[in-house]
């Protein structure tokens, strides 16, 4: 009898055991692509380790009722759009994994790629961060590594509507130290993240995964890349893909970010300096909208976003 409660009980044991990794996915109005994410993510190897977590922000199409397709998610309703910051705090804090594994809905993993990933974690404590090798359709691999984020490229950025320069990387290793993975399809320690006290939520929409990379680097970790992980990603929507006052506001969120990012790492008087010259940019082309007649309304709108340093938090209804 002995035996048996002891078998028993060690049936229960492993029945709860926490899962390995917690998949997290912020949603916003993007059901197709969501659904072949959740699919791809349905059909990895050893699924019973893995818990799926869904953050909708807001969604009007068919995002929150994701569940009802996929029942062995957890779906966590917002009831407004709050940025994808929070939606990652959020997501994250609920995660019982021991790695977050941070997906865009518009990322769909090969079965092995969890796996993988998790596995290198787990036999490299010099790793905080692993990602899989981005592809097309074809199996092309696509441009999303950036380089290291500095005051500079984040500047730049600024001036091309929130696009980063891509870096080509080395896909002969096994594993490849990179500077920016960005937040297509990256795996993180969890205690890592809770370590940074989570994300800045003066970060909204933008470059929470910049200051991911920063704090890695300065905790002298690495971010590796795993060419033999591979997942299909397909493009996401840029800022000038939306309707204009939801540009406007995306555009001083990324000014917000990059602000946020520059007084963080280069003090508080350069984050200072990128807010004046980001507003009299702002300023520029709202009046040069006047003589030209092309999209005053959104120069305008975008101006006073930036001016008034609006961040996406739930409180505007453009999104």
């Known amino acids: 009898m002995d035996e048996i409660r002891n078998t028993t009980g060690a049936a229960e044991e492993q029945e709860q055991a926490p899962p390995k990794v917690s998949a997290l996915i912020v949603s916003h109005d993007d059901a197709p692509a969501l659904r072949r994410c959740l699919q791809a993510l349905e059909n990895s190897k050893n699924r019973s380790e893995l818990e799926i977590l869904v953050v909708d ?61 998790a596995a290198r974690l787990e036999s490299d404590s010099s790793a905080s961060a692993v990602c899989p090798l981005l592809v097309d359709e ?60 989570y ?35 397909y493009s996401v929507p840029r800022i000038e893909d939306y309707p204009s006052a939801a540009r406007a506001l995306l555009s001083a969120d990324c000014a917000s970010g990059i602000a946020t990012y520059i007084s963080k790492h280069n003090g508080f008087f350069s984050g200072l300096v990128f807010r004046l010259s980001a507003a009299l940019s702002a300023l520029g082309a709202a009046l040069a909208s006047l003589l030209t007649f092309r999209d005053t309304g959104y120069h305008w709108s975008r101006f006073f976003a930036i001016v008034s340093w609006q961040r996406i938090d739930g409180s505007q209804t453009a999104l």
């Not at 290291?148 to 080509?168: C, E, H, I, S």
């Not at 929409?205 to 910049?210: P, Q």
Request: aromatic share 10%; hydrophobic share 40%.
């Open 57 to 117: 922000n807001g969604s009007r199409d068919e995002c929150a009722q994701m569940d009802s397709e996929f029942p062995s998610i957890t779906m966590l309703r917002l009831p407004r759009y709050f940025g994808v910051t929070k939606a990652m705090n959020i997501g994250t804090r609920t995660a019982a994994g021991e790695y977050i594994f941070f997906l865009q809905p518009e990322t769909e993993v090969a079965p092995d790629v969890v796996s993988l990933l």
């Open 138 to 197: 074809e199996g092309r691999p696509v441009p999303f590594l950036h380089p290291w984020p500095t005051r500079a490229t984040l500047v730049q950025a600024w001036r091309r509507n929130g696009d980063l320069d891509f870096v080509t990387p080395n896909l002969d290793a096994d594993a490849v130290p990179v500077e920016y993975a960005g937040r297509a399809a990256i795996m993180v320690r969890k205690q890592f993240v809770k370590g940074m006290n």
């Open 199 to 233: 994300f800045d939520e003066r970060y909204g929409e933008f470059w929470a995964d910049a200051e991911l990379a920063f704090q890695i680097r300065r905790s002298q970790k690495k971010t590796l890349l795993l060419p033999a992980a591979r997942a299909r990603h």
